[in-house]
């Protein structure tokens, strides 16, 4: 069964460093997004990306953060400069047109 | 503004027991809405999903949930849980762009 892949799964890293969280999203797939989850709180929506573009962020998704679709099958999302407050697990989710959302296993960002 | 609420945060049962999961929406137009399971460590994974038709909707593991159009309402029901079904589960809700709306969770601890 085709599922999404995250990588790492888990990322320490010191506050102000650059991250980039990658995520192979299923391969006839078109709509690509990012969620995160604050420990203990909800899984909240960070962005959208559709036809190479963003067609929808969320106010978490700042200038701090950029995604890219850098070839076919890789999806990223970049944060430029890590606050404590950004420690969370990131899911990557994936659909094709007309179905749910499939999503990755995560990868568990801790600033410190 | 868009929301979904679960209310119950922790759900501890007895294996055999019965369970009803709570679930309120409130979205403009058309809505789809989904149940998903977290295990512990894993991704998060569909359990069933409403887009139209029958408000009845049976999912995988035994698990069924009934869109309440009048209530805004779609609860997760089991009649018999296992202690396999220990795990967290999501409410969310979509609209075209599928952007979820996640629900706080609901953490259900089955007692062998």
């Known amino acids: 069964e085709p599922e999404v892949t995250q990588t790492p799964s888990h990322q320490v890293t010191q506050m102000g460093q650059e991250v980039i969280l990658r995520c192979v999203p299923i391969s006839n797939h078109l709509y690509f997004y990012w969620y995160r989850q604050i420990l203990g709180q909800k899984v909240e929506f960070l962005v959208s990306f559709y036809n190479n573009e963003i067609s929808e962020k969320s106010e978490i998704f700042d200038d701090q953060f950029s995604v890219e679709r850098p070839d076919g099958s890789n999806f990223t999302l970049k944060i430029r400069s890590t606050k404590l407050e950004d420690s969370a697990m990131y899911f990557c989710?994936?659909?094709?047109?007309?179905?749910?959302?499939?999503f990755g296993q995560g990868t568990r960002l801790t600033v410190v | 503004a868009q929301s979904v609420s679960q209310h119950n945060h922790h759900v501890i049962l007895s294996e055999a027991a019965s369970l009803e999961l709570g679930c309120n929406y409130s979205y403009g137009g058309t809505v789809n809405l989904f149940w998903y399971v977290q295990y512990p460590g894993q991704h998060l994974q569909l359990l069933l999903k409403y887009f139209s038709g029958d408000p009845l909707v049976k999912g995988i593991k035994g698990f069924e949930a009934e869109f309440i159009k009048s209530k805004f309402s779609f609860n997760l029901r089991k009649p018999s849980v296992q202690w396999s079904d220990t795990a967290e589960y999501f409410c969310a809700a979509a609209s075209g762009t599928y952007k979820y709306i996640f629900g706080t969770g609901t953490r259900l601890k089955v007692l062998a």
């Open positions: 989710a994936s659909r094709r047109t007309g179905t749910e959302a499939f």
